[in-house]
């Protein structure tokens, strides 16, 4: 005759067990966890920062991200006037000088445009310039009124540059395109900075001549193109703490 089996009896020394598969799960997340923070490597930091940066309208400082993001206040900072975002600025310039530009009827005379880390804001020398000197004209002034007002509607440094066609230059005053450049992008920085409210502290000149042009120098439209003045608003790009060396030593 077959006897049932009866309930199972807990015996006081197997509830060890319960402990134990506990103690190996808390194990298993605390592992999970340490495995997923190691694998925030340099590239995942960068795509965060940059994803902050969108998402928030902040602005990481350069060279700051990594080993200091948490420690001083130098990793991702809100965003201030003096580093904006490029994106919101490129919006933001484009806009205000459309719309000044209409107002004093001087509608496309001046192209914005971004170029890598940097705005920029580009007048025919034409515009600006009588041929071969660096004496603005007096009509230009309302041109650069509108591009100051950009200028001031961030709080990035300024590059002004100076550029020519190839056609070589042999004058008293200016023995090379270099010179006329030079005094070009001066004559503008100053007319900016000292009538037209640009701080000074954060504007430089430089000079090019024919070696950046933008078209070909083989024709006179070509050639009118690379006759430029370029100001350009700087931005320092995003940057990952130690990413040169790591990609030296690969």
Known sequence: MSRKSGPHEE???ER????YADLVTLLFGFFIILYATADANEVKMEALARGLSDAFNVSVKDGSVGGSIFEDGTGIVPGQSDVGSLELDLDLV???IQEESARAGLQGQIKVSREDDSIVIRLADNLVFPSASADIRPEARALLAIVAKALNSTGNEVRVEGHTDNIPLITDKYPSNWELSSARATAVLRLLTEDLGVSPGRVFAAGY?????IAENRTPEGRALNRRADIVILYPPVRIQGAGAAGGSR
Do not use: C, K, M, N
Request: glycine content about 6%; cysteine-free; overall charge neutral.
């Open 94 to 96: 484009q806009r205000l």
């Open 209 to 213: 001549g024919e070696f950046r042009p």
């Open 11 to 13: 015996h006081p020394d």
């Open 16 to 19: 060890w067990v319960i402990s």
